[in-house]
């Protein structure tokens, strides 16, 4: 059951410009979202998080935005660089279950 | 300040022997995840423990997978009779456990195992 879906696989963007990168998941009970970042033969790491009582999250270059109503989220990079070039996952987990559910990634490229 | 330890990296199995992977989380956390990549795909969730708990193993495979957490030493994942299908890499994140409504409770990601089966 894909209850975390990123559509995109891959994103090309030139550095120096905003990077977009979407998330949408299925379950209402879903009211944590995080995005981690991937670099080859790592560990994701952790990037940004966001509770489902806010709608932005910010922190430095990067921007999580949540549309409940849509049950979308999406994470802004700016401006790109080429330190960013990784795949983000996007994650998310329902209160009271501690079990997250990841998205199938998006490889991002920034271009110098 | 150790973050998540996984050991080994890598993992060569031949089909039909034991892989044991372990985990040891980042100090003060008492929670542990096991998660698997398969080429070309995303993080799919296995199993949630707590200190000599299962939590939820609603991603664990019903046959030759367990996983552990004893009182002392690392969280181990354990896969019997190896498959070419279970070459993968095994990732274990931990986290504090806090309660949500306190503040967050991310994972932490250990740099995972590689598992090769011949």
């Known amino acids: 059951d894909q209850q975390v879906k990123q559509n995109s696989p891959s994103l090309s963007v030139q550095e120096g410009r905003i990077s977009i990168l979407n998330c949408d998941y299925t379950n209402s009970m879903f009211d944590y979202f995080l995005w981690y970042k991937k670099y080859p033969a790592e560990g994701p790491t952790f990037l940004i998080s966001i509770s489902s009582i806010k709608d932005k999250n910010e922190d430095g270059r990067f921007t999580v935005f949540l549309n409940k109503s849509a049950k979308h989220l999406s994470l802004h990079i700016v401006p790109s660089q080429p330190g960013d070039s990784a795949v983000y996952f996007c994650a998310a987990s329902a209160v009271n279950n501690n079990d997250m559910r990841f998205g199938a990634g998006t490889r991002l490229t920034v271009k110098p | 300040n150790a973050g998540v330890m996984q050991n080994p990296r890598h993992l060569v199995r031949r089909r039909g022997q034991e892989a044991r992977l372990r985990c040891s989380p980042m100090?003060?956390?008492?929670?542990v995840y096991w998660y698997r990549q398969l080429p070309e795909e995303g993080l799919k969730f296995m199993v949630y423990l707590q200190k000599e708990n299962i939590i939820d193993e609603s991603g664990m495979p019903k046959e030759r997978f367990s996983a552990e957490f004893p009182k002392e030493g690392p969280s181990i994942l354990r896969i019997q009779q190896v498959v070419r299908g279970d070459s993968a890499a095994y990732f274990c994140?931990?986290?504090?456990?806090?309660?949500?409504?306190?503040?967050?409770?991310?994972?932490?990601f250990g740099p995972g195992t590689r598992l090769t089966v011949l």
């Open positions: 100090k003060g956390h008492s929670h």
């Open positions: 994140a931990s986290s504090p456990g806090l309660t949500r409504g306190l503040g967050t409770d991310t994972q932490y």
